[in-house]
């Protein structure tokens, strides 16, 4: 499988904004679906936000408002931009690119942590 590169989490104050990066490390086919999860320790995995195919993108209610997806499908590259960030956004956020058609797969990036301090 080719790997999902991700960047651009860290440590930043309540209130601030952080924009996550994930790249295909080679060529593949475009992927039908382009999704953002998260995982804080002793929680389940959520899906925070969502593009599938050409519709328009879909949030978790709790970073409605606050967050948006968006996807360059010339670079195979998705974004994450995070705004009025809260201590509640604490966890490892991992990109995942899936197709469903022809040449299915389903891409997963190594994870980045992303730490909101009060």
């Known amino acids: ?6 960047s651009g989490g ?6 601030g904004s952080l924009r996550l990066s994930c790249a295909a490390s080679g060529r593949i086919f475009s992927p039908d679906a382009v999704n953002w999860y998260r995982q804080a ?8 936000a969502t593009i599938i195919g050409a519709d328009s993108p879909n949030y978790a209610d709790s970073v409605k ?4 997806i968006s996807r360059d499908n010339a670079k ?9 960030l ?9 990109c995942n690119f899936r197709r469903t058609i022809w040449g299915s797969y389903d ?3 190594q994870g980045t ?3 909101v301090s009060s």
């Open 41 to 48: 320790p002793g929680k389940q995995r959520e899906l925070v």
């Open 107 to 109: 891409y997963w990036g």
């Open 76 to 84: 195979n590259t998705v974004y994450l931009q995070m705004n009025s």
């Open 86 to 94: 809260k201590p509640e956004d604490t966890a490892v956020y991992y």
């Open 113 to 115: 942590q992303v730490t």
């Open 10 to 15: 860290g440590l930043v104050q309540a209130g």
């Open 1 to 6: 499988q080719v790997p999902l590169v991700e």
């Open 65 to 68: 408002g606050r967050f948006t």
